[in-house]
């Protein structure tokens, strides 16, 4: 098997290259290999697939600074690469970038009041392409979070234990101090030290969670990522957080949803934005043309004498309004003349001789030079 090529190498840009010289490159190149510009050439679909695989991974901060740091290896499961599993709960583990607090944030601070209390939510983040951010997909996503341990319920003690109400601070999770001031006697709550502010002691600490009443444990959830979502925008899914304590509820988890740049599309909105590459002859004397859209490819007849930067609107070829079931944006077409490049003389003498029809200066020849358009120098 072919070794792999840097990324960096692959998009064209410096390994300390920003965000947006990395968005740049991936369209330029994209653009450059796109399979509906190049039908049946085998080597741009290759590079193409090549030149995605390497967006992906530099435009995701987290893959970026694995990638950085130990190279294809970071990916590679026979390699021993850190993204193939999870290495417990300091590791690089979740691909996503899942943000956790400590269990010392969580259980048994000693800020916490005794009762419920909800857990921490998490956040997440998910990479899709331009077509699944327009039609919606599903996606499946590895965390980890907090879970109420199996053993105890939650409890923290071990199974067939019970724990006890604090004797210090009779379960309230706090004790009143007194205190002496310049300004008289004053009373303070602070929590109890006995009980850590949770009201309850174990004496026999559950042997799975260590007395927490809750696990970290690695888990795949499945994301419905509605159609018409935009870059950026987060989903939110209710109770998939961190377990709460003492019988508190969940918290939730947050998925921020990361779009990729098109080769070949904006969006703008709702709509779709093209510029389309014609020849001079096409533009001039009217043509069929086949455009890509995001629903495949269509038919698009532009007049004899489109000039450069006519724009030509396909209706209901954009991108779906958000929760909505029929509804969509535009796209629009720019026209772009591609100028002939390297004609040979007899092309150009054809050129001039149509020029002089038109009644337009006329270029003298000259060797080496390119005379589309131009006029002569005085």
Known sequence: MAEKRDYYEVLGVEKGASDDEIKKAFRKAAKANHPDLHPNDKACEARFKEINEAY??????????????????????????????????????????????????????????????????????????????????????????????PDCKGTGAAPGTHPETCPDCNGTGSVRTTQRTPFGMVQASAPCKKCGG??????????????????????????????????GQTISLRGQGNAGQDGGPQGDLLVTVMVRPHPLFERDGNA???????????????????????????????????????VFRLRGKGIPYLQSK??????????????PKNMTAEQKERLRAYAASMQEPVPEPKSGGSFFGGKKKK
């Open 198 to 231: 949770r009201g309850k002691v174990v004496h026999t600490p559950c042997p799975k969670c260590g007395g927490r009443g809750a696990v970290r444990k690695n888990q795949k959830i499945n994301i419905k990522i509605p159609a018409g979502i935009d870059d």
């Open 56 to 149: 992906e991974v530099l435009s995701d901060p987290d893959k970026r600074a694995k990638y950085d740091q130990f190279g294809h290896a970071a990916f590679d499961p026979a390699a021993g690469g850190f993204d193939g599993g999870f290495g417990g709960f300091g590791g690089f583990g979740d691909i996503f970038g899942d943000i956790f607090g400590g269990f010392g944030d969580i259980f048994g601070g000693g800020q916490q009041r005794s009762g419920p209390r909800r857990g921490e939510s998490l956040r997440a983040r998910v990479t899709i392409s331009f077509e699944e951010a327009a039609f919606g997909c599903n996606k499946e996503i590895n965390i980890g979070r907090v879970e109420t341990c």
């Open 326 to 339: 029929s509804g969509r944006g535009d796209q629009f077409v720019t026209i772009a003349v591609n100028v």
């Open 272 to 310: 779709v934005l093209l510029e389309m590459p014609v020849t001079f002859a096409q533009a001039a004397l009217g043509a069929e043309i086949e455009v890509p859209t995001i629903d495949g490819k269509v038919k698009l007849t532009i007049p004899e004498g489109t000039q450069p930067g006519s």
